[in-house]
């Protein structure tokens, strides 16, 4: 296998891990909403968080603007995820935008399960999971950049 294949390879597998991270984040938030009881891996942490505590928060305090302005604002963030995955197929810089993103959310849920959540084994796991994403997502910033780097010839972003 060349080095165009190879790269062409590890752009549309950043890609395509991008997409099933969208899905799964779409279909945990349509699960936690029908009371379904189980989450899949490889979605993002933030909209689904953002969705939890506005779900919560808007029983709690019995306002329901709480849960649909936590509605929008986790659906702009998957919106972008989306919207990352599609642009980046003509335009990669976008994969490096999402890869940022996903360290963002990443971030945000290490803190959140060391500093304010009881920290149990499960969480252990999605931190797992987290890092194969990101490192789908660092092969095809890399793999975008390499791919820019070979002689015009050979480099055709497929």
Do not use: C
Request: cysteine-free; proline content about 3%.
């Amino acid at each position: 296998m060349n080095k165009n294949n190879l790269y062409q390879r590890q752009f549309m597998g950043a890609r395509s891990m991008l997409l099933i991270m969208t899905a799964f984040t779409i279909v945990n938030i349509v699960a936690y909403w029908f009371e379904l009881n189980f989450m899949l891996p490889f979605s993002a942490f933030l909209p689904f968080t953002i969705f939890d505590f506005a779900y919560f928060f808007s029983i709690e305090w019995a306002d329901p603007n709480l849960l649909i302005y936590g509605i929008i604002f986790a659906s702009l963030i998957i919106l972008f995820y989306f919207l990352g995955f599609i642009l980046s197929k003509k335009q990669p810089a976008w994969l490096t935008m999402m890869f940022a993103m996903y360290i963002v959310d990443t971030l945000i849920m290490v803190y959140l399960f060391t500093a304010v959540f009881y920290f149990n084994t499960t969480m252990i796991l999605d931190i797992l999971f987290h890092i194969w994403v990101l490192y789908y997502l660092i092969m095809g910033v890399r793999a975008v950049k390499k791919l820019k780097q070979l002689p015009e010839e050979e480099n055709v972003l497929e």
